[in-house]
Every structure is written in C-alpha cells, then in structure tokens.
C-alpha cells in the first residue's frame, strides 16, 4: 500500500501494481473504508485498477489528517472476497455489420469469426473501473487470444452501443464517441441512461457476461439500427 | 422571467460551482475555469455561494432582460454596453424588461462571469446545473447557449449596488506562474527532465478548452509510456509520448492512463483559463503544506476584502 499527495485535493492511494481479482477486491473495500473514515471531508472517490484516487475538502482538512485516517481505516480493513458484486450479462450481436474490427481482429489472431466470439462470451469479466466517459465501464481480462492493441488512427466516431477490445479491456461504448478500441459487435442495452435509476447496469465490482445474440434479437431489444 | 438570448457569443455556458461525488459513474466536474472571478460575481450580487451563473468564453454575448433585476460582470475586461450606454464591471448594475445588455470580445482575459440577483432557475442533473458539452448535462440542454434561449431567473427589485474597487480587481496578464505540486510520479522523470520542466516557459497552444490546456515547450522525457489506468484529480500536469504538457482542468476525463509530472494550484489555473493561444507559463514547485497555505491564505484574503456600496 502507498499514499501519495496527488493535487491541492487529492491523494493517491496504491493497492498493488497489476490488475488482478485480488487487488480489484482490495480496492473495492478500500473505498468503503475510506468513505466512512472521512465522511463529510470527502468530496469523491475514483477506483480504478489498483489504485483510489481520494478527493478531499481542503477548506475543512488537509493531506495529513486525510492521510492518518486513511492509514489508519486501512490498517483495520477486512478485505472482502473477491467474488462479491452482481453478474450482469449483456447481450451482443456480433458480427463484422456490427463490428467491423471482428474480421481483421479474426484474421491477426489467426483464428475464425465464430471462435473470436466464442472467446468474448466464454468468460465473466470483472468491472475494474469506470471513467473516460460517463458510463463507460472498464472491463477485464479478456483471453489473451483476442487482445488487440488500440488502433493506430481513432474513429471519429464510434456508435453507441459497440462492444470493442484493446489490449486485455473490453468495453461498451456508452454513447457516441471518437475512440480508438477493435469493434467487434454491438450490445443493444443503455450503458448509460440520465433519466434511469440506476443510470447504469453496472458499477465497480460487478461481473459481466457478454451473450451472443442474433440481428433480429438485437433489434428487438431495442438496438440502434446497424 | 428570464433574460433571452440574443447573440450567444463563441462559448457562453451556465455554470454553478461544479458536480462532485459523480466521478464513480465517469461524470466530470464542470464549473468555472476562474473560480475567483466567479466567488466575486455571487458575492457581489449577494448570492449564495455556487448560484448559477453564465461562463461567457472570449465574449460577443448579447441578452434582452424580460424582466427587472441585477446583473454583474466579473472575469476577463471587455467592453459592456446596456442600452448603448458603456457600463463598469465588478459592479452591481440594475436591468429593466426589455433593456439590451451586449458584451463584446474579451480585451484582457477570456473567460467573463455574468450573473443575475438569486441566479438563473436551472434544474440541477446530477446534482449540478453545471453544463459539460462533451457529456451533454447540466445548462438549458446539456449544451452551450444558442440565440432564442430563455434563461429563467427571478424578478428582483431592490439590491445593494456593491462594487469591487479597481485596486482589488485582478489583472489577466500574458505571462503566469503556475505554482505545481510535483507528482506522485516524479520516479519516472529524470531530474534533468524536471528540472527542464521547472526552468523553461511554455506557451499556451492552440488545443485549450475546458478539458485542459496544451502547452508547447522542451519536451519532457518519461521512462515510460503509460501507467495502469486511475483517477485523475484537478489541475494534473499529464505528459503525453510527445512530452508537451497538458494541465487537466474542469472538464478533464476522470481516468486516464498518461505520466503525470505533477498538480497545478486551482488559484493558478484560474488565471491559466483567463490565457488565450500564445500565452506564456512558468511552472514553480510548490510542496503540499505550501499549497494547502496559499489556498486558505487566499481565501481568508479574499473574504476580507470590503465591497463598497454605489448609492445611486
């Protein structure tokens, strides 16, 4: 565990240094520790991978009293197990109409269409993190098969909905957006929703299940029109 | 019960103090890039802390009151006219329905605040009425104003006409200092590099907006390209593979995997928001104590400050 001073608000808090269950699960239970310990001082929290960002009231504290409670929250935290969360299967309609990366993904990894979907499906992934854009949920590891690194020019613009990998993440795009992830479908379900409660299906923690669909199914669950 | 929008200028965008505890679902803050001039707005109008208030980037915004109340312009110097008539900023001035208020473009500064008595009526998203374009929330329609908008605000009849004198007004010179807390990071710049960071101005590029401002300079070197993906907290000084620096603001992504060298002051990116294309920066280190200091001192300063009353 380290503690940084991050900003004139922020401390950085260090978990581990990979992305794994374990260090996933570590800082999940940090930020319920974290929360509680300081209460109205804190302004928010970002989890991401291996690490929580902590963003303090700095007219009402400072970095070294955040810093004793934080240490000390810590030091009597039970580490929950890491299979704690909702699994939330979302369903993709895969194909290269829907992503028109799943052919050259297919083609470089040497292996078929149906076997690059069978590998997304295959397994549940962890919600590591969310940011970049609202709702926009990290997720990973996908199988080291299908890893793909990010493309050299990004999209301008990548549709709502598209289920896309880089590297070992995989994630729905929530909204339009310019990004540089291999599309290989599209999930017909809001990812992010203003006027929903919750505004999103998943949070940090969760687990998620991709479930290939057909075109027809995708439509009828609502799915932008490809 | 609104003032209605004329002209909407380059980038005019209602603003309240900004959206915090969101970042869990990747919403951003939003809120004003020069929160002084902002404080200043509210308080001289005798508002609450974070009312509501417009953001008006580079100028040429042109308003017709539908309705009697107060208005006051704070931020960068640019020309007010009400009526035709040439009229003072930092200052309290009374509307009547139908009078014309047009700002023109920003002379010192960019970034204007324009509020009115109690604030503008915006239902809050997320708990802020603060408008992010790239996310489409806060503001009228998640977007900045276009002619024919209304913005709702209350009828108000009587307000003390305070005024903010000339002596205490900030100036928006060309060149700053950013003062930053060096990074978490530091490992991975060399003390060449930090010290090349430290010692040479950047000038301000022509990729600035409210996300974060770009700046051109020697390059920073990093030993590496990446880090693990994690939270970004205000004024983060990112260093892209290029080695230009960017200092995240407002509007900055709340997660992001680039090298960071250090965090700049909120009361120094205030006056770096208020810096168009060409503007110059010098970086200072400044240690955590230091900058939790120059916060409180700031504020207690401000806070001391009388506002006088025009009788008129």
Redesign the interface.
Known sequence: MELHSAGEDAIMLYLGEETSPEVAARVQSAATAVAQALGDDLIDLVPSYASLLIIYDPMQTDHLSVGHRVRLALSQMQTGAAGAGHTVVLPVYYSPESGQDLESLASNAGLSIDEVIALHSACEYRVYAIGFAPGFAYLGEVDERIAAPRLATPRQKVPRGAVAIADRQTAVYPAVSPGGWNLIGRCPLRMFDPTAEPTMPVTVGDRVRFEPISRERYLALGGDPV | MSLKVIQPGILSLLQDGGR????????TNGGPLDRRAFDYCNRLLGNAKNCTLLEISFGGLHLQAQEDTFICITGAKLPLHINGKEQPQWQVLPVAAGDEIQLEFAEQGCRAYLGVADGFTIPP??GSSATVM????GGLHGDKLHAGDELPCATVTTRKQLYLPAALQPHYGKEITVRV?P??QQKHFSRLQQRRFFSHPYTVSDRCDRMGYRLEGPAIACDIEGI?????????IQIPADGQPIVLLNDR????GYPKIG????LDTAHLAQLTPGGRVHFAPIS?HG??NA??LA?SFDQRQALLERRP
């Open positions: 915090t505890g969101q970042h869990r679902i990747g919403l998203s997320f790239r996310e489409n929330i807390i990074g978490y693990l993906s994690e939270g970004i907290c205000f004024g983060a992504q709340t997660i992001g965090a700049a002051l909120s955590p900058a939790h916060l409180h504020h």
